[in-house]
């Protein structure tokens, strides 16, 4: 199936007889890419669900006020991390216990999670991962994984590409480092 454009989603999406199949182009366009990037900040595929599902509810309400400033990608894009951003905030804050430990937490429910299928060596990039602070895990996540250029993380994070690229680089020391320590 070819991609349409974001210009006729959102021409689409205007229009009070197409607005239901406009929404519908943008989550089979949007929907698995966006999930993906949740999957890998919060790792529980049940949370990461909830947390796409409601990533695109805000998307349904405010996407009549999209002025396209940014790329619609990239927008939906920031809704879904400050969903997770919220998510992890609110989980820290319930068990009042550090952000390291919560990341401890999602650690182990990696080793337990029955959707969680990757080999050893997948294992040990998400453990390396967990033990980042939340900006640069972010950051290395987008970069890497998503393959977003510094620009996009930059429109998304509201971060100067400068401040970026040093997250980025931090990131990958910590992640070598630990990789090392840990054979």
Sequence with gaps: M???EDAVILEKFANERTKEEAFTLLL???QQKIYWHVRRLVLNHDDADDLVQDAFIKVWKNLGNFRS???LYTWIYRIATN???TFLNKKKQQNNIPLDEVSYDLAESLK???YFNGNQAELKLQQA?????EKQRLVFNMKYFDDLKYEEISEIL???VGGLKASFHH???KIESFLLSKD
């Design 2 to 4: 070819q991609q349409i």
């Design 28 to 30: 089979k366009k949007y």
């Design 69 to 71: 400033d940014s790329q």
């Design 83 to 85: 969903e997770c951003l």
């Design 112 to 114: 337990e999670g029955s």
């Design 129 to 133: 991962l967990l033990t980042l602070p």
């Design 158 to 160: 509201g971060t100067s």
């Design 171 to 173: 990131a990958v020391k």
